[in-house]
């Protein structure tokens, strides 16, 4: 399993949010490339970068923040945040990102997120659900960066993009995002269970090294992981060779 180092950008500097509030805001570095280059540093393969702002107000708005974090690392990133038609993906590509992660669009406009699985191909696109359980312990699936429910269910989104060669699924559990709770592993195992073709990301809650140690020995392909680090909680360099070593 990969540890996904996360950089959250707003206004070109690292920050976290709880719970996706913007109104709750800790700053952690005002450097990205810094803070990407401690990552790469630790032994991180991958990086996870997300434009808030981009995904606030729709469009990518720190594209060149993101090109230049991407030229200063060996890191392999992956970037989402306000990515709404195919000149933003071809834009970021270019750029050497190695993965465009796609989120509120792939539940709005399926059919145009199926035909960009088909034109860039499935290696070069993740698309990410940001799920809130439902009263029936149900993944419902929130939008416009949590500010709204689509009233739609994870495993009906799903089945849309069964077909499509979807690889990837990053999958976000909103009430613990930020809160350094614990993961979820009882969505994640039901996800595998009803999907068992994808390669899963796991993301929300992630508080210490026995979190990534339970989700790797889950098998899931990848976890995200940003205020656990920042707090200290986490020593990257040392998760990633006890994940290695278990794995």
């Known amino acids: 399993m990969d540890i996904f180092p996360a950089i959250d950008l707003k206004n070109g500097k690292c920050v976290r949010l709880t719970q996706g509030d913007f109104n709750k805001i800790t700053i952690y570095e005002a450097d990205p490339i810094r803070q990407a280059q401690k990552?790469?540093?630790?032994?991180?393969?991958?990086?996870?970068?997300?434009?808030?702002?981009?995904a606030k107000?729709?469009?990518?708005?720190?594209?060149?923040?993101?090109?230049e974090v991407v030229g200063s690392t060996t890191l392999q990133v992956q970037v989402g945040g306000g990515v709404r038609?195919?000149?933003?993906?071809?834009?970021?590509?270019?750029?050497?990102v190695r993965r465009v992660v796609i989120g509120s669009l792939a539940v709005k406009d399926p059919l145009k997120v199926q035909g960009w699985l088909k034109q860039f191909g499935p290696e070069k696109i993740i698309l990410a659900f940001d799920v809130r359980l439902n009263s029936d312990n149900q993944p419902e699936i929130l939008i416009h960066?949590?500010?709204?429910?689509?009233?739609?269910?994870?495993?009906?989104?799903?089945?849309?993009?069964?077909?499509?060669?979807?690889?990837?699924?990053l999958c976000t559990d909103v009430s613990r995002d930020g809160m350094l709770t614990g993961t979820n592993h009882d969505l994640y195992r039901e996800i595998q269970k009803q999907a068992p073709q994808?390669?899963?990301?796991?993301?929300?809650?992630?508080?210490?090294?026995?979190?990534l140690l339970a989700l790797s020995r889950m098998k899931l392909t990848g976890a995200i992981t940003g205020?656990?680090?920042y707090e200290g909680k986490i020593d990257l360099a040392d998760a990633i060779k006890r994940v290695r070593d278990a794995g």
Request: charged share 25%; hydrophobic share 40%.
């Open 39 to 54: 990552f790469a540093t630790a032994g991180a393969s991958w990086l996870h970068m997300v434009d808030l702002d981009g």
């Open 198 to 211: 994808l390669d899963i990301l796991a993301s929300g809650g992630v508080n210490d090294l026995n979190d």
């Open 227 to 229: 205020k656990a680090l």
């Open 85 to 96: 038609d195919e000149e933003t993906i071809e834009k970021l590509l270019n750029a050497g």
């Open 145 to 169: 960066g949590w500010k709204s429910g689509s009233k739609q269910l994870l495993w009906d989104v799903l089945e849309r993009y069964s077909e499509t060669g979807l690889k990837t699924l």
């Open 57 to 67: 107000f729709g469009g990518m708005k720190q594209f060149e923040t993101i090109a």
